[in-house]
């Protein structure tokens, strides 16, 4: 693993140089036009659960000894609060704001090495499961993309990712934790995948859906084609297929207990002066929903993601790390705010399979979808909100034309690694045939 990383990086010195260049160019945006752009304004950037404004008013709550979620304007996390909200407080707004996005910047930056590394971690397998198979062509062409510092850069280079940061949404730290989970899975490091899943979902909730790739990823290894088989020597005799650790499997779960219980304590600490864990459950959950018909928008709004979860797990469990860009992608379409950081980290996470999706349809039609709905978005909101000379129906058109292409992407997305897998079979040689 090491050796194939480091001729990767070695063979491809361009990626540390454009990932410093992407750095830079937030810290330059943050420190000369900290005003000038403002996008924290954006209902697409920053969100009643994502907003730094918010954050900062929860927090000059508390620090006034009253509960941060009086007032109904703070509805995320006490440890986000608790970590975030010191920055913001007794600071001028320039001075504080350049702090928060120094914070966010170094979670983009991480955010980036890890889904680097995850992408080597996959090549490498896919690299020996293809010999293993003997789908050499296959090897060869998977050899010659650094899908890892590929889907990076993509990462670190996307505008949806740039415009989250500079709006000083708290996305940056969700996708962090989300990321964060699928490497200790792809590692198999059971307690650092357990605290990722549990800190994303603690954060935004939604991640809890992840726990399905995960458990693949930590029972039976990396994604490999054409099914989840592992060929691997034994003693000269044939192959065997690598068993399900059931152990790791139930290690996780354990670990993932003992962070969530670890979770809540912390939050009620943090909240024993002012109210108890309840209002923190409650004020997050009203900030889903209507207070009107409470129960059938939370049912509208949260339980109908869990209709795609088994069927799309049965299909792609030889996959998890794809499996898990797919949940990624589907639960940043249906959750009910979502914003475009959300839409960052699954594109991001989308690079980690450009060699298995290069014959993907419609991948200009989408490119041209994606970037004519966000340019049309702030014009339209502008007409509605600003000059009076739309309505509302024509934000709303725009926001159901990117869910739409959104739906597209996963679609085909799914189709397009299905059909490379069918391709991989067809390509495998009659000895790995009759082996599997």
């Known amino acids: ?234 003693h000269g005799d044939g192959y065997k297929k690598t068993n399900f650790s059931w152990r790791r499997v139930v290690l996780f779960f354990l670990w993932a207990s003992v962070w969530a219980l670890y979770v809540l304590v912390l939050c009620s600490i943090s909240l024993k002066e002012y109210s108890g864990l309840g209002e923190m459950f409650k004020r997050y959950f009203f900030a889903e929903v209507f207070d009107f018909f409470r129960d059938f928008f939370l049912i509208v709004f949260h339980i109908n993601i869990l209709f795609m979860v088994l069927p799309l797990a049965i299909r792609l469990h030889h996959r998890p790390c794809f499996l898990a860009f797919v949940y990624i992608a589907i639960s940043s379409i249906l ?14 996470l989308l690079g980690l399979f450009v060699n298995a999706l290069a014959d993907m349809q419609f991948s200009f039609f989408l490119f041209s979808g994606y970037l004519g709905t966000l340019l049309l978005s702030p014009v339209m909101h502008n007409l509605w909100i600003w000059r009076g000379t739309g309505n509302a129906n024509f934000y709303f058109a725009t926001a159901m034309a990117y869910a739409c292409f959104q739906i597209i992407l996963v679609v085909e997305s799914v189709s397009s690694m299905l059909n490379h897998d069918r391709a991989l079979k067809k390509g495998a040689t009659p000895v790995a045939k009759k082996i599997q």
């Open 1 to 234: 693993m090491e050796e194939s990383s480091g001729k990767t990086t070695k063979k491809h010195p361009w990626f540390w140089s454009s990932a410093v260049a992407s750095i830079v160019l937030r810290l330059v945006l943050i420190v000369y036009f900290p005003n000038t752009l403002n996008f924290s304004s954006r209902p697409e950037v920053s969100t009643p659960i994502t907003s730094l404004r918010r954050l900062a008013e929860g927090y000059w709550l508390k620090q006034s000894s009253m509960s941060p979620y009086a007032g109904s304007m703070y509805h995320g996390s006490p440890l986000l609060l608790s970590i975030l909200g010191p920055l913001t407080g007794d600071r001028g707004e320039g001075q504080s704001h350049l702090l928060c996005g120094l914070a966010f910047v170094i979670a983009d930056f991480i955010t980036a090495i890890l889904i680097r590394a995850i992408g080597q971690l996959l090549q490498v397998a896919d690299i020996q499961s293809l010999k293993s198979l003997g789908a050499s062509k296959f090897s060869k062409t998977s050899e010659n993309f650094p899908a890892g510092d590929i889907a990076a850069l993509v990462y670190l280079w996307n505008p949806l990712t740039i415009i989250t940061c500079l709006g000083y949404s708290t996305s940056p730290i969700e996708n962090l934790m989300i990321v964060l989970s699928l490497y200790g899975a792809c590692r198999r490091l059971v307690p650092l995948a357990a605290f990722g899943l549990v800190m994303a979902s603690h954060l935004s909730l939604y991640p809890v859906i992840l726990i399905i790739p995960l458990v693949l990823l930590i029972g039976s290894g990396l994604d490999t084609p054409p099914r989840k088989l592992f060929l691997q020597p034994n």
């Open 335 to 348: 959750k009910s705010y979502p914003s475009v950081g959300d839409s960052a980290l699954y594109l991001g």
